[in-house]
């Protein structure tokens, strides 16, 4: 069993510099360290990538469908999702698992693997180059407005850029720390939005499209929620917010993205989640938050809206 607990340092080597405490009500198993899930995590979502690189078939086809007839899952999702189980099995067998194509796992250790094996399925599916494989690891409930996210890796399987980060312990890509980013204002802002599956929630994340984009910059719909918030993170986009995000959309992405100075939250005071996850930094960030509450943007959707 591999222990997710780094290597003691050799005698005389210079110690290792202190780590920021964890937040209160936050304690690690005994012998794991945030740099130790953080590598793990590294090592599973570049593990993730290159199995999806070798096996990507000629033609990539829809082996079911989930929320919709529109949200697909290949035989790749759960040839990586499969890969990733069975690793974290073997090496974390007392924690949890909470993945987006399999049943959730129990564990005892308070520690929960939140994992997407592609996230940007459908630009997968058609060779659109923007999809990735998230692994985050959390402490407390899987439940992203209450979780506490330690350590995530967001690995771009296309190119290869390679995002991960450790609570306290900064954000990377592809191993060099990622630069300060400062606040846009709203108006000048590059703004990164998704899409839900249901024809309802679309007409209704359309409808507060409308409002957005008239007060900003562009708009942006990559396709991989966990990517958005690495750009976000490293200031590619200057706000992202999407209604509808699964807890393995943005658990990895979401700490790249706080670990480099950015805020993510939801509406009307809670945490991000399902509801709305809105990120981004400084008078911007609540400026879209105002935007999106006046907008509706949590409200009710148009269940009349069908395909
Ligand atoms: C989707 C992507 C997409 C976002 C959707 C997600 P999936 O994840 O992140 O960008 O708009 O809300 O469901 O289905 O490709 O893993």
Redesign the pocket.
């Known amino acids: 069993m591999t222990s997710a607990t780094p290597a003691t340092p050799a005698p005389g080597s210079s110690p290792q510099p202190e780590r920021p405490a964890l937040p209160d009500g936050v304690t690690l198993p005994e012998g794991v360290t945030v740099a130790g899930l953080r590598a793990l995590a590294v090592s599973l979502a570049t593990a993730g990538g290159a199995l999806v690189r070798e096996r990507r078939p000629e033609r990539v086809t829809v082996a079911a469908t ?1 929320s919709s007839d529109v ?2 899952v290949t035989a790749m ?1 759960r040839a990586v999702e499969e890969m990733l189980r069975t690793r974290l099995a073997a090496e974390r067998p007392d924690d949890a698992i909470l993945g ?1 194509e399999g049943d959730d796992v129990a564990g005892s250790s308070g520690l929960t693997w939140v994992v ?9 599916l058609y060779g659109v180059a923007s ?1 990735a494989v998230s692994v985050a690891v959390v402490a407390g409930p899987a439940d992203p407005a209450r979780w506490t996210v330690l350590a995530g890796c967001v690995h771009s399987v296309v190119d290869g850029r390679t995002w991960d980060a450790g609570l306290g312990e900064g954000a990377t890509r592809d191993g060099v720390p990622l630069r300060p980013v400062g606040p846009a204002p709203l108006g000048r802002s590059l703004v990164g ?5 249901a024809a309802s929630r679309r007409a209704a994340q359309a409808r507060v499209l409308t409002e957005v984009l008239p007060q900003v910059r562009d708009i942006r ?8 918030l690495c750009l976000l993170a490293e200031g590619a986009l200057d706000l992202y917010y ?1 209604r ?3 807890p ?2 943005m658990a990895a992405g979401s700490l790249v993205a706080t670990e480099n100075g950015a805020r993510v939250t939801g509406l009307r005071g809670s945490g991000p989640g399902e509801g709305m996850t809105v990120a981004g930094r400084g008078e911007a960030l609540d400026e879209l938050v105002a935007l999106l509450e006046r907008a509706g943007a949590d409200g009710p959707e148009d269940t009349a809206a069908s395909r």
Not at 193 to 197: C, I, L, M, Q
Not at 221 to 228: E, N, S, T, W
């Open positions: 989930k949200d697909p999702d987006e997407d094996p592609i996230d940007g399925t459908v630009n997968y999809y939005t998704g899409f839900g599956y719909r990559l396709g991989a929620a966990a990517i958005d999407e509808g995000l699964n393995w959309d």
